[in-house]
Each structure stands twice: as C-alpha cells, then as structure tokens.
Antibody, heavy 123, light 113 residues
C-alpha cells in the first residue's frame, strides 16, 4: 500500500523559504509516476504547485514558478518542495501526492495523497 | 489557463435521493487523438485530504462505491451519486489534467437535507 507523509516546519517567517519533504513508502519513486505538491489555503480550494519525475523532469504552476523548486532524492525515496519569499498568502495545508502519468499531457490526476501539513506564514 | 466552474456551490439532498454536481471547463478537455476526457473528480471530507473518485471523466477508482458515477464530454461534466448516504457528506472537486497549470473547480459542498 502506497503511503505518503509530509514533514517540515509548521511556521515560516515572511520573506523566508518554506521547505517540505514527502516520504514515500510502499512504492519506489524510481519505478514510475510523477510526484508533486498541491496546497489548500484555509477554507479555500485546491491549487496545483508542481510535479516531478524520478529523472528530475519537472512541471510547475506558472503562477508560482519563479519561487518554487521541487527536487527528488531516489536514494531516500522522497521528494521535496521549496517555496521562497513567502507571504501570508502562502499559508495553507500542503499535500504531497502521486500523479498518474499520461504520455500525451504529462502528470495528470492524483491517485494517492498524503494527509497534509499545515504551514503558517507569520512573524 | 483552463478555468473550472462547478455548480452549485452547495447542495442539500435527502438520504437515498440522487445528488448531481456539475463541472464546466473554459475550454474542451477532450483529447481528439485518444478520445479521452482529461477530467477527474475528488471527494474531501473535513480534516482529510482529497480522495480520488473518478478519472477520465467516467472511470471509477478501485474501491469507490458504484453509486458514484461520472459523465460528460468536452466542456460539460457531471458527478452523480445515485442514492445519497450519510458517508457522502463532503466537498467535491473536479480537476482538469488536459494542460498545465492543472486546475480545480471551486468545490461543491454536499449536505444532508
């Protein structure tokens, strides 16, 4: 059974960098699929942040691209998110997820999700 | 960017009755080369992550009860719950994965009448 677990600081100061890691168990990242991040501000909807393949190929949301880096560590079977220059608008629950891959369009729907981790941006 | 719009924003249905949620995309999510609609539905209960229900607009994820069904093509899609159960109270989201940035509808809150 594939499981994903997010970890990282729950509080980040404005202008600093948010860093989260997603540990994958029950499946080897190197075996396939894309992996990535989605966030949900309090009381609001879902926003796709970006996705990565084990080779390092990435897709990012253009609205966040200048501030986002997603990386993968196959030796630890985990992937990470860095979001720089954060503001209060980045306060959200951050989910990691496994993305079904489609040869025509790239990462697609998300079939396995982590439980999510709450990140608050505040001084 | 493709904008996804759901209707209604909230819905109250009696137990055992049918619930219908609509999702409209600002452009077609049907890929002509494979005739697939790049549209998924998720269920999110309070305090939980979203759960995949349906992909390719009408394919039910393994383990999802058959009272959940998806239909539609191109720009107009529907999620139907044929006989509402108490466990179905949740917020439902549609998502397009036709092109980046992948986008979600604003969500439809489903309650018991």
């Amino acid at each position: 059974q594939v499981q994903l677990q997010e970890s990282g600081p729950g509080l980040v100061k404005p202008s600093e960098t948010l860093s989260l890691t997603c540990a994958v168990s029950g499946y080897s990242i190197s075996s396939g699929y894309y992996w990535g991040w989605i966030r949900q501000p309090p009381g609001k909807g879902l926003e796709w942040i970006g996705s990565i393949y084990h080779s390092g190929s990435t897709y990012y949301n253009p609205s966040l691209k200048s501030r986002v880096t997603i990386s993968v560590d196959t030796s630890k079977n985990q992937f990470s998110l860095k979001l720089s220059s954060v503001t209060a608008a980045d306060t959200a629950v951050y989910y990691c997820a496994r993305f079904h891959y489609d040869v025509l369009t790239g990462p697609g729907y998300m079939d396995v999700w982590g439980k999510g981790t709450t990140v608050t941006v505040s001084s | 960017d493709i904008v996804m719009t759901q209707s209604p924003d909230s819905l109250a249905v009696s137990l055992g009755e049918r619930a219908t949620i609509n999702c409209k995309s600002s452009q077609s999510v049907l890929y002509s080369s494979n005739n697939n609609n790049y549209l998924a539905w998720y269920q999110q209960k309070p305090g939980q992550p979203p759960k995949m229900l349906i992909y390719w607009a009408s394919t039910r994820e393994s383990g999802v009860p058959d009272r959940f069904s998806g239909s539609g093509s191109g720009t107009d899609f529907t999620l139907t719950i044929s006989s509402l159960q108490a466990a179905d109270v949740a917020v439902y989201y549609c998502q397009q994965y036709y092109s980046t940035p992948y986008s979600f509808g604003q969500g439809t809150k489903l309650e018991i009448k």
